[in-house]
């Protein structure tokens, strides 16, 4: 089975921290994505990276820097957390090409105080 | 832009009945379709896709339908059960893009 894990389920951090998010998948591949989700709106796409070192903005990548030096790890940062960045967040990655289905992490709930 | 929208936020229904959980979308070159079912505090969890050139598939006591003409799809499952119960969305995909579109969710309560 295809596994996506995502550092950690909760977080609390401070307004104004630097915030690493992590996520890893074990099959090998190439399109992994960040998501936000939040009550009414959905799943909003932040950032996706479709290989080592590239990346491309979503729909949402203000406030948000990414990271993927090795093909099984993407990071998602916040540079200086804010309350509005409170949501629960999502990694998702695919095997490659269009067409194919999304695994999903089981989500890193933040909240910034 | 691309939306994809679902019918109702919450859907109640009796043990044992069958539902019927739609999605709209907006864009007619979407060509893959998929239904995510969430459980509260976890991931989404995949559970039927289908593709553009098919109007239906099944899967195990879950169905999904597709209308192209009217941009519709639409998830029914049968014999719906208590651990049925979780957030159920779609996603639409088209053709040449990693993007996925995703409808903001319907609540599927199961009634004992």
């Known amino acids: 089975d295809v596994k996506v894990t995502q550092s950690s389920r909760y977080l609390v951090k401070r307004t104004g921290e630097k915030v690493f998010l992590e996520c890893v998948q074990d099959?090998?591949?190439?399109?992994m994505f960040w998501y936000r989700q939040d009550p009414g709106l959905g799943l909003r796409l932040i950032y996706f990276s479709y290989d080592v070192k590239m990346k491309e903005k979503g729909d949402i990548p203000e406030g948000y820097s990414v990271s993927r030096e090795k093909k099984e790890r993407f990071s998602l940062i916040l540079e200086s957390a804010s309350t509005n960045q409170t949501s629960m967040y999502l990694c998702?990655?695919?095997?490659?090409?269009?067409?194919?289905?999304?695994?999903f992490g089981q989500g890193t709930r933040l909240t910034v105080v | 832009g691309e939306s994809v929208g679902l019918h109702l936020p919450t859907l109640s229904v009796q043990e044992g009945d069958n539902s019927i959980i739609n999605c709209a979308y907006s864009?007619?070159?979407?060509?893959?379709f998929i239904w995510y079912k969430q459980e509260s505090g976890k991931g989404p969890q995949f559970i039927i896709d289908?593709?553009?050139?098919?109007d239906k598939r099944q899967g195990q006591r879950v169905t999904v339908l597709l209308n192209k003409t009217v941009k519709h799809l639409s998830l029914q499952i049968a014999a719906t059960q208590p651990g049925d119960s979780a957030v159920y969305f779609c996603a639409v995909l088209s053709s040449g893009t990693y993007k996925y579109i995703f409808g903001t969710g319907t609540r599927l309560k199961v009634l004992a």
């Open positions: 998702a990655s695919i095997v490659g090409g269009p067409g194919t289905e999304a695994f």
């Open positions: 289908i593709r553009s050139n098919m």
């Open positions: 864009n007619s070159a979407s060509d893959y």
């Open positions: 099959m090998d591949h190439e399109n």
